[in-house]
Each structure stands twice: as C-alpha cells, then as structure tokens.
C-alpha cells in the first residue's frame, strides 16, 4: 500500500473499492471503510461483479462483468479527461506517458465502455464525477484485479487513474493493494519471490549478487526462479524433482487442481512443513512439524508495509518447531554432507541457531528499506513503515511524497483484453472464486474452529435467482458445477449476489473446492499468475442435467 489504512480511513475524500471484498476479505480494513463513510461522510464507490456487502452502503455501485475492469477503469478516465477534471499540474511536473495514455482512452467512451462492461455509461460518468470532485480520494484493490491474464495490466490501470487525479503522494490518496494471506507482503520483501533478494534487489543485478555471495558466502545465480504455477509445470514434466513447501496448502489453493495432483505424484521427492496434516500432506515424502505465529519470535509485515513484533506466547507442542530453527538444521545438514561449502569468513555463512533479534540485525545490514527497523525501535513501539533507510528515520507512511522511486511516475497505457475463458453453449456460465467471512484460504484452521463451521459447515455456490429458475434449482439443492477441467458438487446458494450468468465458489472446503475447475494454464505473462476470477462453467443439478 502506498498509504497507510488509518490515513486511508481517516482522510480520504472518497474511497474507490474494486476488485475487493472487503468486510470479508479484510474485516479490520473493511469496518474502517465503513466507518469513514459513515461517520465522515466520505463517498464510496465499489466496483464487483458480486453484490457484496459494501455495495449495499455505496454511493455508486458498479457491476462489472467478470474480467472486464480495464475497460472500466479506462471509461473513467476518458470522462475525466473529456471534462478536464485531471490534474494537469501533478502530470507535468511528476509523471511522463500522459500523452500515450490519453490517446488509448479517448477510444474507451461511456458508451464503449458499458458496452464491455455493461455498467450503464451514465454511472461511468458519475464515477468520474465523484472522483473528481472529492479529491483526495484512495483506491482500494485485491486479487479480483489481480487474477486475471491481465493482472499487471489492471494494476497499471489503476495507477493511471490515480496519477491522473493527483492522488499519490497525498495523505488519504493512493494506490492501495490489500494483501492476500497472513505477512504475504513480509514474505515478498524478504526475498519470497523468484525474481529478487529481500528488499526487492534484483536477482540479475551484478551488484546486489555481489553483495549477497559476500554476505552468505557462496555463489549465487543470475537467472530468475519459477512462479509457483511455472513450478508445478515443471514438475509434472519431470524437471523440477524436488519440492519444499513451507505453509501451503497447493491441493487446495492452486489451480487446476488434478493438473497440481499430478504433478505432485510426478515429483521425486516433496517435503511440507506445516501446522496440520493438509491435503498436500498425502503427497509429501516428508513431513516437518512446523510451530505457529503464537510458538515463535519475529515480525510480520502487514498490508500497509507497517513491521510489527511478534512474540512467543506458548512453546511449541510436541516436536513443532520455528520455520527459522528448521531451515537452520537443514542447512547445517547439507553443510556437512558437503552439499554446500560456504566461505568461513563471510558474516552469514555457517548458519548458527540465532535468535530472532540477530536475524533482524542480518536483515538491516542487507535490506536497505529495513536498515533503521531494528528490535530496540520496535520493542519501543515505533510504528515503523518501510522504508526505513537508517536508525534514525522516522519511517515512510506514505510513499511517493516528493518524487517516485524510478524519478517520473510512468503512465502505462493499457488496452481491454477480453478473458481467455467466454461462456460458449457448452460452458455458458462464468464462474469466479473469493473467499468467506467466516473462513480462511485453504481452511487449515478455520475448518477446524467448531464455531465457525457451525456458521458456515459446507461449501455452496452462489446462483442467480434466474439462473435458478431457468435450470429448476432450488436454494440448498444439491448442484453439480463443471468446467472443461472437472466438476464439484456443492449446495446452491440462490441470491442476487450474483448477475444472471455469473456464479461463485469457494475453495475452502477441500472435496468442493472451486480449484478443481479453475485453469493453471490461462497465465498473466508478467507476474504469472492464473485467471482464477473468470472460468467456463456449467450447472446442473446433482441428480442430474440442469
């Protein structure tokens, strides 16, 4: 996030949410949305092809089809430009590309644009009117604009509209991803990604290798890794023989969920460490019993690039241990078995058992946005923001404040491309896939909480009231949904939620997960991540065609 969540909250004009549920997704976030709204008076408009919750309290609701929010995104943009609404001081002195960017959505006219989308081309142009007239304004955005083929483009559309309103770098402005899972975004700055070291120094950079092999002792590729999409490729192909995966649950979570069988059935040799014994635990060779968030020392990062401490509450139970003091022992083993030699003199080399505060220590004198984030400050409880270039600096809440990172922020025009996957006659509904309140990614822990299932025991899928009619369901009828991967059968849930022609499911619950559907092979060719937000489907009833 380029803002933080209580500037977002509390001083933001108006707030843009698109491509997020937020009440479920992100609770906290959500009641502070609600908030601002309600007590502040600040404008809302949503944009999900679902009816959720906070569509029902918003200014402007915008209901677009699935996979279709560039065109979206760009129609505002034309109407901003046509009325002269954009920030014409802000895009000359900070920005370059305008001219690009404007002669793209000169073509996206309300009228185009609803076409698309089919959100009527006079809320195109009110939303181009709230925007405009309540400035700050802060635009809000999760994995319903990032699961798409066009994932990055979305993104950078989202952007667009931000630079040219003038919202970044301004408190209650921005640009704010909410991050998916549990210090997703501490995982990615530390080095979680294929692409980077921690801190997001490039893995092709002679320079930041440099820095790395003399810190850790041992050479280091130059070549990029695998997403774990490509992994599973991979895998099944026979060229990736060896998995380690660490608090995932891939048979749940993936896509395309026989295409991940199958490859995990084709691997050599696959280790999990993990909490609980999960649906990937049937395919690993090896399991190591891992320690939870309350069983350990450490940070989290959160959404909004705040590093908080975390502190053991309780040991381990039975043989669990920290992540940290696992991976240590598997280092010092492959050490000795010869596997690898690193360099004695290097500071990190030799992989002692270290307690969190000398990990974090390693961490500043590696990382440059964490160099001023240590222990003492945070034991202090300095709400610390990265990035944080030294021991001094107070921390960065927002960011972009006087210039961007790369000097101009760079307008990237973007075109709608339609979804790889389009209702035909065999497949003539679109399914998309989210999250509950009441349950959480994979459903390790929270099918676990009697409280919680008693609330939400099963998995259903969301129906339109004509659809319904059409195919003769009833609410809690047995329904079986296929696509051109495989088929699940759940519980219809018959609301208005959902557009007829639209229908959506969970992957929560293992048996009915909506991944044994969806596709690993429709892929964003930036990031590589898979089209989870619009898949082919049919319904029928589970007795029989619909």
Not at 469 to 478: N, V
């Amino acid at each position: 996030m380029t803002n933080t969540i209580r500037d977002i909250t509390e001083q933001s004009r108006a707030i843009f949410v698109i491509g997020s549920n937020t009440t479920e997704q992100h609770p906290v976030i959500g009641i502070k949305v609600r908030r601002a709204k309600r007590r502040r008076g600040a404008k809302l408009i949503v944009a999900d092809p679902r009816r959720i919750d906070l569509a029902e309290i918003a200014d402007l609701y915008l209901r677009q089809r699935p996979g279709t929010d560039i065109a979206l995104l760009n129609g505002i943009m034309h109407v901003i430009l046509r009325e002269g609404w954009h920030d014409a001081d802000f895009i000359a002195r900070r920005t370059e590309g305008f001219e690009e960017l404007a002669a793209t959505v000169a073509r996206y006219t309300p009228e185009v644009a609803a076409e698309i989308t089919g959100v009527p081309a006079a809320d195109i142009e009110a939303a181009a009117r709230l925007l405009a007239e309540n400035r700050p304004a802060a635009l809000l955005y999760a994995m319903g604009i990032t699961q798409h083929k066009v994932g990055v483009a979305n993104v950078l559309a989202c952007a667009n509209l931000q630079m040219l309103l003038g919202n970044l770098g301004v408190p209650g402005g921005g640009v704010n991803p909410l991050r998916g899972q549990n210090n997703v975004q501490g995982a990615c700055d530390m080095g979680g990604l294929p692409n980077v070291y921690p801190g997001y120094q490039p893995v092709t950079s002679p320079e930041a290798r440099a820095k790395f092999e003399a810190a850790w002792g041992v050479p280091l590729s130059d070549r990029v890794g695998l997403t774990v999409t490509e992994m599973f490729d991979a895998a099944e192909r026979g060229q990736v023989r060896c998995l380690y995966i660490v608090g995932e649950n891939p048979m749940t979570s993936d896509p395309d969920l026989r295409h991940v069988q199958h490859a995990l059935e084709q691997t050599e040799f696959v280790v999990l460490q993990e909490l609980f014994f999960s649906e990937t635990a049937a395919y690993a060779d090896v399991i190591l019993p891992a320690a939870s968030f309350a069983e350990k020392e450490g940070t989290v990062t959160n959404t909004e690039r705040r590093v908080q401490r975390v502190r053991k509450a309780v040991e381990p139970p039975g043989e669990a241990r920290a992540d940290s003091w696992i991976i240590t022992e598997l280092a010092q083993r492959l050490i000795a078995l010869g596997a690898a030699t690193p360099d004695p003199a290097a500071p990190w080399s030799a992989w002692p058992h270290r307690p969190a505060e000398a990990i974090m220590a390693e961490i500043n004198a590696l990382t440059p946005s964490y160099a001023g984030i240590t222990y003492r400050r945070l034991e202090a409880g300095a709400p610390l923001h990265w990035p944080v270039p030294n021991e001094s600096h107070p921390g960065t809440p927002i960011l972009h404040r006087e210039r961007f990172t790369r000097g101009l922020g760079r307008f990237v025009a973007v075109d709608y491309v339609p979804p790889a996957e389009l209702p035909d006659e065999q497949y003539p509904l679109i399914m998309t896939t989210g999250r509950v309140l009441y349950h959480w990614h994979g459903g390790e822990m929270s099918r676990r909480a009697q409280g919680l299932l008693a609330v939400y025991p099963e998995a259903l899928v969301e129906v339109s009231p004509t659809d319904a009619q059409r195919l003769g369901i009833g609410d809690g009828d047995p329904v079986r949904l296929v696509s051109r991967r495989g088929a699940i059968e759940a519980k219809a849930w018959v609301t208005d939620r959902v557009n007829r022609g639209l229908v959506f499911a969970t992957f929560h619950f293992p048996e009915q997960a909506a991944n044994w559907l969806t596709s690993g092979e429709h892929l964003d060719p930036t990031a590589k991540i898979p089209a989870l937000k619009v898949t082919a489907v049919r319904l029928e009833r589970a007795n029989g065609k619909g």
